[in-house]
Every structure is written in structure tokens, then in C-alpha cells.
């Protein structure tokens, strides 16, 4: 394969409400880091998404236009981005490591029969110019670094808070192109019959800046609840770990971890967490990790930024209080 002719760098935008989510302006930044020479289109469905993400450092953007994309179906995305990547032949393909985008990665890797990577920490150019996929392995206890060196494009879904996003320039202008796209019927094996709004769609935590999570540590439902007057006086959104969600004190929204949301807060407080692998791997992205355990040798102490040894509701019933004082 001559990689000569493959040049540009791709980012499949992600949206809410018809605005590109933080990971994906995020994904413009890292695509920039590693364009080498070539140029950072983003696709999209929505024209505004488009010029957001040419002010965020974009080169260029391409509007996926049809009938096929007025509400979001994974099938129809990963064709109609394998179309462009036929047509464009970009070095590699990004997308946000978010649930949506970890669905597209495998997806549009197997239509051009390329290599992918999934939940990437950090990207670099090595030496020869390839580019080095910075990911977790083993449960998140190990980083490992991947070159897909054999084939083009990479796919790649790109974690939260592992790039920052570049400032934006308000009215730089760029190149939007209008795609009028036919995905074949044969390709769409998934069939959206009705969509369910769920309280999942209120809880953002991809994008929230605080997160006050708490876990078994909290004892019981109601002392759980009380999380979300701290995160009310911070601003922030209540996360949980895993036993927290199945003892049936919140929902599975709220979840982080490898079998929840992966995220990068600013400030991530720990509340009764010990500190699993599982847990830790959703959050160690976080910008300032302070953690309150009863045990003080607890695992989570091992990546706390802040370690306070006490009992969670206790602390918690303090950091209300002083915190209320200071706002």
C-alpha cells in the first residue's frame, strides 16, 4: 500500500442538541497534532456542527446530507464515513471514545478493512511518522502504545480529557462541503423502531467538570443521596461505581467505570470507593482526584491527588457545609 496518497485526518463529530460534545473538538486537536503535513476535515450531519468545528481548528468540514441521517443509526454513519474515507483516503479516522463512537469505530474499520483502536489515552507521531496510539490494557492496569503500520486508514476512538481542546476562533472560515449520501438497504442491519427517552439523557457526565461519585463505601440510599447537594453547591453531576448502581441506590446512568462512562472531569471526588481497577480506569483521566475512605489503605489513595482517611458520610456532611460558606 503506497501511504503517500494518504494524508488528511478525519473526525467524525459527535453532537447534542446540534453541537459538537466536548471529546469531539477535542479530537480536532489531536487530529492537528498528528495531520503531518495534511489537513483536519470533520463530518458531520448538521452545517453549525460544521462551522464550530472549522472555528476549533479545523481545516475543512463535509455535511452528510439524506433522509438516512435525520435521526442517528450506527449502520448508516459507518457507511456513509466509509464513503468520504473511500473518496478523501485520510491517514486515519477519529472519533470520541464515547458509547456512540466506540459503536462506530469496529463499524467503519471493518468496511475498509483497516485496523482500529479503541479508547486511545494519547496520540503522538513516532520517528517514521506513524502514529503511536497510547491505550489501556489489562483492565487499565498497564498503557501500551499501538502502530497500526500495515494499512490506512487508522480508525481510532480518542478518549475524554486525554487532548485539550485548542481555542476556538470565532468567524475563521473554512471549506463546508454538502454531501448527498445513499446508504444501500443491505448495509443498515440495525432498524430504530421507537426511541425512549431515559433518564440517561439528562445525565451528561462525559461533559460535566465536577463529578461527585460515590460507592458501596456510602452504606445506604440515603446517605447516597446526599451526594447531590454537594454536586448541586459545585455544579456538578453525581457518578457511581458499579456496586453502588446494582445495590439500587441510582441509576446506571450514572455510572463510571469500563462497564460505564469513561470520564475527565476537572474534579472527580471519591466518596466510599476502595479504588477498583474497573472504576479507576473510567476516571484516571480526571484533572484532581480527591478521595474520602474509612480504610486507609485503600487503592483508590493510589491515584487520589488528595486523600482524606475518614468515614464518607461524615466528610461529606462537612465538605456541604464549608463549601456552602465559601459559595
Known sequence: MDFAEYKDVLVVLELDEGKPVNVSLENIAAAKSVANGGKVIAVTVCENAA??????????????????????NADAVADAVAQIAAEVKPAAI???????????????????ATGSVCDATGVKLDEAGNIVFTVPAYGGNILTD?????????????????????EPEAGKAGDIAKKAITV????IKL??????????????????????????????????????????ILGGVVGCTRPAMESGWISRAHQVGQSGKIVAPKVYFAFGIS???QHVSGMIGSGYIIAVNKDEDAPIFDVADVGIVGGATEVLDIMIEEFKKNK
Open 94 to 112: 477519529f472519533t470520541g471514545a464515547t458509547g456512540k463512537g466506540k459503536d462506530l469505530v469496529p463499524r467503519i474499520a471493518a468496511k475498509l
Open 191 to 232: 432498524q430504530i423502531k421507537e426511541a425512549v427517552k431515559e433518564i440517561a439523557e439528562s445525565v451528561n457526565l462525559e461533559e460535566a467538570e465536577v463529578i461527585v461519585a460515590g460507592g458501596r463505601g456510602m452504606g445506604s440510599k440515603e446517605n447516597f443521596d446526599k451526594l447531590q447537594e454537594l454536586a448541586d
Open 146 to 166: 499501538v502502530v497500526i503500520d500495515s494499512v490506512r486508514p487508522q480508525v481510532a476512538s480518542i478518549r475524554g480529557g486525554s487532548v485539550q481542546k485548542l
Open 275 to 277: 479504588g477498583a481497577t
Open 51 to 72: 462551522k464550530a468545528a472549522i472555528e476549533y481548528g479545523a481545516d475543512s468540514a463535509i455535511v452528510i446530507e439524506g433522509a438516512q441521517f435525520e435521526a442517528y
Open 184 to 187: 444501500a438497504d443491505d448495509q
